[in-house]
């Protein structure tokens, strides 16, 4: 039989995904060769570049590592993985020098210092932002003029990987569809993936339409191990403007002041939790879900907070708000939860690797145990560059010096390849996951949303978006209580029996998806020899 590819590449390293992750890794692989995967051209597609609220680091005065590493810990709900974040969070300060270093222009003070916000659950002022509310597009800058600086570094846009490439128990490389439509094998010492998040799967987000999970079916269809799916994080405050994907409203303006208020101009969070707007997203997302589901309007007003200075503090989401024919500056803006961030994924350890000898994941598509059952605002670009950049360096130091003949390469998944890799999303998908994995889930909506999805991941071909949507589903029926982000109405306490991760390996029947829930331990444990 002949090989399904009409090409075949060979490099050192192949990196999936070129947010802020993806490129952090390829910075630290360069020189050597190094194939970079983009599904579009640069800074379009990536959730990086559409980061309004910065990237935390204990830099400022009366800081400390130590008191980040409790803030993220008290947001995680009791499942975050300590010694994960202690890593996470004294490696920021550096970072963020590195990041200076390689030209990112973050907000200063009138005497040069950083210029500090503070968002919701931290206990200190230690956000950074670059244009006021543009901190993400600015990443992606600088980190891929320094890439593109780099030897070595080959950018494939427009490229969907396909499947991984596997030689004996070992991932080897991947099959990827090019701009041009040809099939293109990538051989490689190791694989780095950095594919983003799955928030494009429900109804309502403010992610792209990439971030469709295409990571974790990669993963998933080689056996490596995944963790934590059911944990999806809902942003409060997207602009109810009908857009899709819906307008991101930063955190940032709630920790400058601006507050959320109904159609009667009344206040609602302080009744909920003694934070108000500063408590953690999930408590924050779920009171206004209750307050909508109770009839009323919300907004966010921002008026007393900032007036005239909105546009010049927070110029991405003014420019939002005057595309959809609002002016934050002298009304409230409506305001809806969604789908935002994917804390689960696939299981790694401190330095990104898979339970997969020569398969790494790294930023939204891994699972290291830093954000546990609930994100700390702004901590996910700060772990996309310090664990994409350990990923990058471990992946080859870790990794055979040749790759072995081609022959001995088999498909992962065998030749059930996706027919149209740039479809959008089955509206189906999307709606089943909004309405039965949302805010707020209980068992029979989440078991009818299972078995559905898991049909439709039985189609030849066409269900990676399905089986990804069927694991979801099937890891918060698993989970018997309410803890952080995932919320079942059936089990509404947090129960201490469930005080451990989630860990599952997935097999395939026929394209359909068969989860096998582990006993629980910590991902990285699970890391392979490599």
């Given at each position: 039989?002949?090989?399904?590819?009409?090409?075949?590449?060979?490099?050192?390293?192949?990196?999936?995904?070129?947010?802020?992750?993806?490129?952090?890794?390829?910075?630290?692989?360069?020189?050597?060769?190094?194939?970079?995967?983009?599904?579009?051209?640069?800074?379009?597609?990536?959730?990086?570049?559409?980061?309004?609220?910065?990237?935390?680091?204990?830099?400022?005065?009366?800081?400390?590592?130590?008191?980040?590493?409790?803030?993220?810990?008290?947001?995680?709900?009791?499942?975050?993985?300590?010694?994960?974040?202690?890593?996470?969070?004294?490696?920021?300060?550096?970072?963020?020098?590195?990041?200076?270093?390689?030209?990112?222009?973050?907000?200063?003070?009138?005497?040069?210092?950083?210029?500090?916000?503070?968002?919701?659950?931290?206990?200190?002022?230690?956000?950074?932002?670059?244009?006021?509310?543009?901190?993400?597009?600015?990443?992606?800058?600088?980190?891929?003029?320094?890439?593109?600086?780099?030897?070595?570094?080959?950018?494939?846009?427009?490229?969907?990987?396909?499947?991984?490439?596997?030689?004996?128990?070992?991932?080897?490389?991947?099959?990827?569809?090019?701009?041009?439509?040809?099939?293109?094998?990538?051989?490689?010492?190791?694989?780095?993936?950095?594919?983003?998040?799955?928030?494009?799967?429900?109804?309502?987000?403010?992610?792209?339409?990439?971030?469709?999970?295409?990571?974790?079916?990669?993963?998933?269809?080689?056996?490596?191990?995944?963790?934590?799916?059911?944990?999806?994080?809902?942003?409060?405050?997207a602009l109810a403007s009908g857009a899709d994907p819906l307008p991101l409203v930063t955190e940032a303006l709630r920790g400058e002041g601006a507050v959320l208020i109904d159609e009667c101009g009344e206040r609602f969070l302080p009744a909920v939790d003694p934070a108000a707007e500063l408590a953690p997203r999930d408590l924050v997302a779920r009171a206004i879900w209750a307050h909508l589901a109770a009839g009323?309007?919300?907004?966010?007003?921002?008026?007393?907070?900032?007036?005239?200075?909105?546009?010049?503090?927070?110029?991405?989401?003014?420019?939002?708000?005057?595309?959809?024919?609002?002016?934050?500056?002298?009304?409230?803006?409506?305001?809806?939860?969604?789908?935002?961030?994917?804390?689960?994924?696939?299981?790694?350890?401190?330095?990104?690797?898979?339970?997969?000898?020569?398969?790494?994941a790294v930023g939204e598509v891994a699972s290291t145990g830093v954000h546990g059952a609930n994100r700390l605002a702004s901590n996910s670009l700060l772990e996309a560059v310090v664990f994409g950049a350990r990923a990058g360096g471990d992946a080859l130091a870790a990794s055979p010096a040749r790759p072995r003949p081609a022959a001995r390469?088999?498909?992962?998944?065998?030749?059930?390849?996706?027919?149209?890799?740039?479809?959008?999303?089955?509206?189906?998908?999307?709606?089943?996951?909004?309405?039965?994995?949302?805010?707020?889930?209980?068992?029979?909506?989440?078991?009818?949303?299972?078995?559905?999805?898991?049909?439709?991941?039985?189609?030849?071909?066409?269900?990676?978006?399905?089986?990804?949507?069927?694991?979801?589903?099937?890891?918060?029926?698993?989970?018997?209580?309410?803890?952080?982000?995932?919320?079942?109405?059936?089990?509404?306490?947090?129960?201490?029996?469930?005080?451990?991760?989630?860990?599952?390996?997935?097999?395939?029947?026929?394209?359909?998806?068969?989860?096998?829930?582990?006993?629980?331990?910590?991902?990285?444990?699970?890391?392979?020899?490599?």
């Open positions: 039989m002949s090989a399904p590819w009409q090409e075949e590449r060979r490099a050192d390293l192949v990196v999936v995904g070129a947010g802020a992750a993806g490129l952090a890794a390829a910075l630290a692989a360069a020189p050597l060769r190094i194939d970079l995967l983009a599904r579009r051209p640069l800074g379009e597609g990536v959730a990086t570049g559409l980061a309004q609220g910065g990237i935390a680091a204990a830099v400022g005065a009366g800081d400390s590592p130590a008191l980040h590493l409790a803030d993220t810990l008290a947001a995680a709900a009791g499942l975050a993985d300590a010694a994960a974040v202690r890593s996470l969070v004294e490696a920021a300060p550096a970072a963020i020098e590195r990041l200076v270093a390689t030209g990112t222009r973050f907000d200063r003070e009138a005497d040069g210092t950083l210029a500090l916000g503070r968002e919701a659950a931290h206990s200190r002022r230690r956000v950074l932002h670059a244009e006021g509310d543009a901190t993400g597009r600015e990443l992606l800058r600088a980190l891929s003029e320094a890439v593109a600086a780099r030897p070595g570094v080959s950018r494939c846009d427009g490229a969907t990987a396909l499947a991984l490439a596997r030689e004996g128990d070992r991932i080897a490389g991947l099959l990827a569809r090019h701009a041009d439509g040809q099939l293109v094998l990538h051989r490689a010492r190791a694989v780095v993936l950095a594919t983003g998040g799955s928030g494009a799967l429900f109804l309502h987000t403010t992610n792209p339409a990439e971030a469709d999970g295409g990571g974790l079916w990669l993963a998933a269809r080689a056996g490596a191990l995944l963790a934590d799916l059911e944990f999806v994080q809902f942003h409060p405050t009323h309007r919300v907004f966010l007003d921002a008026r007393a907070a900032l007036g005239e200075r909105f546009p010049g503090h927070f110029p991405s989401v003014f420019r939002s708000c005057r595309e959809a024919g609002l002016d934050p500056r002298r009304e409230p803006l409506p305001v809806v939860p969604a789908a935002h961030y994917q804390m689960g994924g696939v299981a790694t350890d401190g330095h990104g690797r898979s339970s997969l000898p020569g398969l790494w390469l088999l498909l992962c998944g065998g030749d059930d390849l996706p027919a149209d890799d740039r479809a959008p999303v089955p509206p189906e998908v999307r709606r089943r996951m909004w309405e039965a994995v949302g805010l707020v889930r209980e068992r029979a909506g989440l078991a009818e949303a299972a078995e559905r999805l898991t049909g439709l991941a039985g189609r030849p071909g066409e269900g990676r978006r399905a089986a990804v949507a069927a694991l979801v589903a099937r890891a918060a029926l698993a989970r018997e209580e309410s803890r952080g982000a995932h919320f079942r109405s059936d089990f509404p306490q947090t129960d201490p029996a469930w005080a451990h991760r989630t860990l599952l390996e997935v097999t395939f029947d026929g394209g359909r998806p068969e989860p096998r829930f582990l006993a629980p331990e910590r991902p990285a444990a699970a890391g392979g020899a490599r």
